[in-house]
Each structure stands twice: as C-alpha cells, then as structure tokens.
C-alpha cells in the first residue's frame, strides 16, 4: 500500500480560521508533547499574526510558546507560516527577517508562505532571504476560480514556482472552491509541470468538498496532505484527520499516523472549546454563493459587523454580491490577505455610501498603483483604476516606497539598545504599550491536560461558591477537600 503523510495544521490554521487564534498558550502546551507522539510528518506551529494577537488580547508573550513549545515536539517538524516580504501591514524587512532569525535558533528551520499574485518573480527574492536566514521554504501555488485561473496559468504558474527549487510547492485551496472534478483536471497539470518537486495539498472546508477533493488528490498522487485535529477541524478550516485516514485506508493506502494517540489530543481541545466558549468546527452545507463572491468565511463576519456598526446589517447579501463585481473590476486577485481585504471593504463602501468608488481606502489607491504588486494595477479595469487615481489622494501615493528603515533605527525608536531582539518585535508588531500592559499581567495561565479527568473535576468543583466539600472515591482512593470557615465569605 501506498503510504501518506500529514501535516497537521491545528495549532496553526485550525485555530486561526475557528478561533481567531483564541487558543492560549498554556491549553497548546498542556497537550503539545501528545500531539508528538501522533506521527505527523510536521506540525504548523506559529505565525506572525499571533504577535499581535497574543499580546493585545491575551496579554501573553508569544515568545514563551515558541521557546517552550519547540521544546515538547522532538519527533514532529515544526512550521513557521510566512516570511521576510510582504507583510500586511508592511513591517520593515530588517524586524521581520530579525523575527525569522530569533525562529531559527529555537529550531524552526521550515516554512510555508505565498506570493498572494502567484507571482513567483517577486516570491523568488522572498526564497532567496529565508534561505540565507537558514529556512527551508514551502512555495504556495494558490488556487482561484475565475476566467484569468486556466490550466493554462497553472501550468505556467507551476513551472515557475518549480523553476525556484524550493523544498516542496503547496497546492493550497484557501477559498474552499476546489471541486472534485476540477481536482481530477488540475492536479495532474500541476504535477507535471513541477518536475520531482515533491506536492502537498491544503484546503479548507468552506464548501464541504474539500474532504472529497483530498481522495482526488490521493488517487492522482499526492501524498502528503494538510489535517486538523476535531474539534478544530472542519467549518473554515482543514478536513479532520480521522475522516481523511479513514477514507484514506478504505481507498487502500496505508495512513502514517497513530490515531489513538490522537483522540486524547481531540479530548483535550473540546475540553478547552467548552471552557473558553470557542467553537466546535462542524461540516458545512454546500453554499453556490461561495463561487460568486469568494469572500472568505472569517471575512463575512467582519463584514456584518461593519455594517451593523453602521446600522445595514441586512445589506450583506448585497456587499457579497458588490464584492464579485470589485473583484471582477480589479482583475480577479485571489481571495486571500491582503487582497481579500481590500475588494471586501471596497464592496463594503459601496454599499455604504451608495454610489460605487465614491470613497476608496488608501490601500485601494495603493493596489491601484501597483504598491500591493504590479498585477494590481496591470489587470484592473482601465476606467475603474482611472477614477481611483483621479482623486488628490492618489498624487500623495504616487512613486511611494515603504519605508525601510536600519535595524538600529527601528532600535532607537522602539525603546533603544537595552530592548531585546525578541521584545523588539513585540513592541513593532504590538505596540510598546500593550507589550508593557502583557509583562504586567505575569506569566501565561496554566490548562490541564484533558488525559486527567480526576484533576479536571476537581478543578472544576473548587471553583464553585456554593461547595464547602468535596469528597472523591475512586478505586481505593479518596480525597477530601474543605473549605474552612473563616475562608468562606459571608
């Protein structure tokens, strides 16, 4: 039997398309090293997002997780996700590559990140300046439906990225829109044109095909796929591993991976899901819409709360359908960061004000000029970049660079030689407030692990104002705990 392999994505992907990286470091590391045992051929492990994220909101340092996580997994790859270019909000290279370098020497040696054009001219810069910071680099080759994304354009598109010579390509379906029978017509292009570049395949499930296009993709001859761990697999994240091993072993390919080792992990994670109020990922219906618009799922969201901010929320059908029209005009850009956000909040505006390109973001005039990549202003509609660029607006935009500062620059601003490496990317992603607010806070919470359902209970039970006792049997074994008197308020 042919053996496959897995990448599993739930500390990475999961949890940023279900829980908006909601997961706190002390719940990832309470179940890192079982994880490890389970046989993957990698794990996605962090990306820069979660800076920012971790710091403002869970007022925890990032950087724990990296130092303590890379320590539990000794049999697992860990993956980076991103790289040195190309930042959404344009950080400075020099702190970005500064970021990738601290990765290196806690043993995150391996990558994975994009071109958002598929532009593998630009991309080839980004591989180059990993390399040389000691990272092997996965390219994406990102998938899109439009009439521009012909077989044609992936054949190009997968010689050049092979062209590159990178560890391996990545067919990522970020949008959810592969269907089996365009799966059946593509993959093998994209395989013949990567040469002996080894292949993954990424999807996320916002149509609910995905799981069906991974045994596509196996019969064609993938064999190393990405999977998420319920419960967060499913909804807008990657197909569960259980579902695709299984399926994987009726077909009559032979699955590398312990399964058992892996449902203590699934335990564990709706134990945190049900603590922490975060969702159980779920199957999705099929949604045609999803073609129209290809708006990513997490966006929606955002969308509707723009509008009830404005008080039209029942105006969403309608932004989803203007936002087919602005991708259209602005040359089909794939439905991924930042051009996702920049068609989403156009479409938004439109709405808003009722007459479309009235008013335009800043980065909308940026991609128009080709600030965001040079397709941007190549492939827009000729009479739409016209009526972008006639406003004074644009003029200030006109042959703008993003600044790149030295590092001793970026140094001084940010609090001077006394900073650390590590907190001077906290301070440039986060803001050196937040990052004064996060030491203040103390060290991160602690999780139990959900293998110990004796701890948990007890736990649980402590918690609760209205018990003064509690009394635990169990095979031979019994605890008492009591709350005194003078302990219990009045």
Known sequence: MSEIRFVDTTLRDGQLSLWALGMRTGAMLAIAEQMDRAGFESVEFFVAVMFKKFVREHKENPWDWIRLGTKRFTKSRLRWHGGVHGAFEKIPTCVLQLMIERAVSYGLRLTRTSNCWNDFSAFKVELEDLRKIGMDVIANLIYSVSPRHTDEYYAQKAREAAAMRPYRICFKDVGGLLTPERARTLIPIILQNIGDIPLEFHAHCNSGLAPLCY???????????????????????????????????????????????????????????????????????????????????????????????????????????????????????????????????????????????????????????????????????????????????????????????????????FGGPSVSDEELVLRVFAGEDDVKAMYAAGPPQEYLNARKPLLLLIQELTKRKECRQIYVRKHGFSLILEKRKDSIPP
Request: net charge neutral; charged share 25%; proline share 7%.
């Open 215 to 413: 045994l596509e993709a196996l019969k064609l001859g993938v064999k190393t796929l990405h999977t998420a761990i319920p419960p967060l697999a499913n909804g807008s994240a990657q197909p569960s591993i259980f579902n695709v091993a299984k399926n994987a072993r009726a077909l009559g390919y032979a699955p590398v991976v312990d399964e058992e080792a892996i449902k203590p992990v699934e335990s564990h994670f709706t134990y945190v899901a049900k603590r922490d109020s975060l969702p159980i990922g779920k199957p999705l219906e099929y949604d045609h819409s999803q073609y129209l618009h290809q708006v990513p799922g997490g966006m929606i969201s955002n969308l509707r709360h723009q509008l009830r901010l404005v008080g039209m929320e029942d105006k969403l059908e309608a932004t989803l359908e203007e936002a087919a029209r602005v991708r259209a005009e602005f040359g089909y850009p794939i439905m991924v960061t930042p051009l996702a956000q920049f068609v989403g909040s156009q479409a938004a505006i439109n709405v808003i004000v009722g007459e479309r390109y009235r008013e335009v973001t800043d980065q909308v005039i940026q991609c128009a000029l080709g600030i965001w990549g040079k397709e941007g202003a190549l492939l827009m509609d000729s009479n739409v970049r016209d009526k972008i660029l006639s406003r004074p607006r644009a003029k200030e935009w006109e042959g703008w660079e993003p600044p790149q500062p030295s590092l001793a620059e970026v140094r001084r601003k």
